[in-house]
């Protein structure tokens, strides 16, 4: 039975989806699990986490992410606590700290996987910009994996005895790397990497504005709203809007591409999506080999219609 960890992320107090899923993971064979919350009181976050054995609540003057203070603290934590494999979400915060805690623990480490066996220490990910899948497995007495979200089923918790809550304190030594400053992108639009459902538009949307057409249609399934490479660099979107290689690796529920031809660049960052529906006026558009369902059509059009058909079906 091994001993596993799960970095618990936090966004501005919330509990994030990804956590949930990372939970479901950890649960499968009966392991000892500890889940590690910066926080100054982990008791909001007992109902999340039902299901595990341990909660390290770590505490501080400044929780404010740091690098390397979190970085320090979490290797102190899987040293104490003799944990075996240790798990984090493949998020903008997963990809930072990860490494470094990677290097300071003295444990291998894969990231972005789309499937983790905790029992044999082994992952599969993506390569080769998403053309292929590799088995990787770490040899060493520590694994690191962080996750792709989106990608492991939520199950409900098992049932158990309430958790051991336990506090540490965070590292206080000086950092060589320090975050300044957190400029917060003023949209409201639904985070697309928490997103179930995602509705993105390309180079065919011709303009910033025609984009409100992929927001009315947005705020009725609640989805996020995205765009690809050549609409962000067209001044179509904003940059954090991007799905793709070089921008966000999304994994919804339903994907509607929205006058998007279907590049490879972008089908990297969402092909794992679970239904793909594709709107283009062009009917020989690459999207469609890679859709679940095509409509060939003009989408200025086309969802218009589906917004009002949805509102009806919707109430």
């Known amino acids: 039975m091994a001993n596993i960890g799960l970095y618990i992320e936090l966004k501005n107090g919330a509990f994030k989806k990804a956590n949930r899923e990372l939970l479901s993971l950890a649960a499968r064979g009966g392991h000892n699990v500890h889940a590690i919350v910066f926080c100054a009181d982990a008791r909001p976050y007992l109902e999340e986490l039902k299901g595990v054995q341990v909660i390290v609540q770590v505490q501080g003057a400044d929780l404010a992410y740091q690098p390397d203070r979190y970085a320090a603290t979490l290797a102190a934590i899987i040293e104490e606590y003799k944990l075996d494999v240790f798990l984090g979400a493949f998020s903008a915060q997963g990809k930072d700290l990860f490494p470094r805690l990677a290097a300071k623990a003295k444990a291998g480490l894969v990231s972005d996987c789309l499937a983790v066996d905790l029992d044999k220490r082994q992952a599969v990910k993506p390569v080769y910009s998403g053309k292929l899948l590799a088995e990787y497995r770490v040899a060493g007495p520590r694994a690191l994996f962080t996750v792709r979200p989106n990608v492991i089923p939520v199950e409900p918790p098992a049932a158990g005895g309430a958790p051991e809550l336990?506090?540490?304190?965070?590292?206080?030594?000086?950092?060589?790397?320090?975050?300044?400053?957190?400029?917060?992108?003023?949209?409201?639009?639904?985070?697309?990497?928490?997103?179930?459902?995602?509705?993105?538009?390309?180079?065919?949307?011709?303009?910033?504005?025609?984009?409100?057409?992929?927001?009315?249609?947005?705020?009725?399934?609640?989805?996020g709203v995205g765009a690809s490479?050549?609409?962000?660099?067209?001044?179509?979107?904003?940059?954090?809007?991007?799905?793709?290689?070089?921008?966000?690796?999304?994994?919804?529920?339903?994907?509607?591409?929205?006058?998007?031809?279907?590049?490879?660049?972008?089908?990297?960052?969402?092909?794992?999506?679970?239904?793909?529906?594709?709107?283009?006026?062009?009917?020989?558009?690459?999207?469609?080999?890679?859709?679940?369902?095509?409509?060939?059509?003009?989408?200025?059009?086309?969802?218009?219609?589906?917004?009002?058909?949805?509102?009806?079906?919707?109430?």
């Open 166 to 223: 336990k506090s540490r304190a965070l590292d206080t030594g000086e950092p060589r790397t320090r975050i300044v400053e957190v400029i917060q992108s003023a949209s409201q639009r639904v985070d697309l990497t928490e997103a179930e459902i995602i509705i993105s538009g390309g180079r065919a949307m011709k303009a910033q504005e025609n984009f409100a057409v992929l927001e009315d249609l947005a705020r009725v399934l609640n989805a």
């Open 229 to 315: 490479r050549a609409a962000v660099d067209a001044g179509f979107a904003s940059s954090d809007m991007q799905v793709g290689q070089t921008g966000k690796v999304v994994n919804p529920k339903l994907y509607i591409a929205c006058g998007i031809s279907g590049a490879i660049q972008h089908f990297v960052g969402m092909k794992t999506s679970k239904v793909i529906v594709a709107v283009n006026k062009d009917p020989e558009a690459p999207i469609f080999k890679k859709a679940d369902y095509g409509i060939v059509g003009d989408l200025f059009t086309v969802v218009p219609l589906l917004n009002e058909e949805l509102k009806k079906a919707l109430g």
